[in-house]
């Protein structure tokens, strides 16, 4: 997680690992206590993509 935060932005930190590592099927829990922590809803938008 450092060195995607440091490469890519704390913004990535989900996204890029999703967009890696994630194949159909899998099942992606994602908590945040605002609903607003950008980096969780990377996260999720990248795992939709995945379903398209």
Partial sequence: M????KD???EQVFS?????FAQSG???FA?????QSENILAGVR???NLLR
């Fill in 2 to 5: 450092t060195c995607i935060s």
């Fill in 8 to 10: 890519f932005g704390y």
């Fill in 16 to 20: 890029k690992p999703i967009s890696t």
């Fill in 26 to 28: 899998d099942i992606l």
């Fill in 31 to 35: 908590i945040s206590s605002s609903g």
């Fill in 46 to 48: 990248q795992a939709m």
